[in-house]
């Protein structure tokens, strides 16, 4: 049974750093796509990075690009998304999310992952 869960979620102030994790379990993790997805409240969930399973390539919205990084630690079976120069913009919360890897694609659609974790409320305020 696939099961994702997320620590590390809080409240920082704009310029903070915040590190997500998502601890994994119940497949095999070379041949799985894993990303993070955040839904602010009445905003739609929206696609933040992804990382492809056995190449490790990744993919970042445009709007965390150069801020953000995803990194996987295979040992573990553990993702990360480190947050540097948070925004106001980027509260919400945040869901780590799973998927079949094909090839080496990438999926920023969250209707086609399969597999969630529970979220990680994510608060950047003064």
């Known amino acids: 049974q696939v099961q994702l869960v997320e620590f590390g979620g809080g409240w920082v102030q704009p310029g903070d750093p915040l590190r997500l994790s998502c601890g994994a379990s119940g497949f095999d993790s070379n041949n799985v796509l894993m990303a993070w997805f955040r839904q602010a409240p009445g905003k739609e969930r929206e696609f933040v990075a992804a990382?492809?399973?056995?190449?490790?390539?990744?993919r970042y919205a445009d709007s965390v690009q150069g801020r953000f990084g995803i990194s996987r630690e295979y040992g573990k079976n553990v993702m990360y998304l480190q947050m540097t120069n948070t925004k106001p913009e980027d509260s919400a919360v945040y869901y780590c999310a799973a998927r079949k890897q094909i090839l080496e694609t990438f999926e920023i659609d969250s209707s086609k992952y399969p597999y969630w974790g529970q979220g990680a409320q994510v608060t950047v305020s003064s």
């Open positions: 990382i492809t399973g056995n190449e490790r390539n990744t």
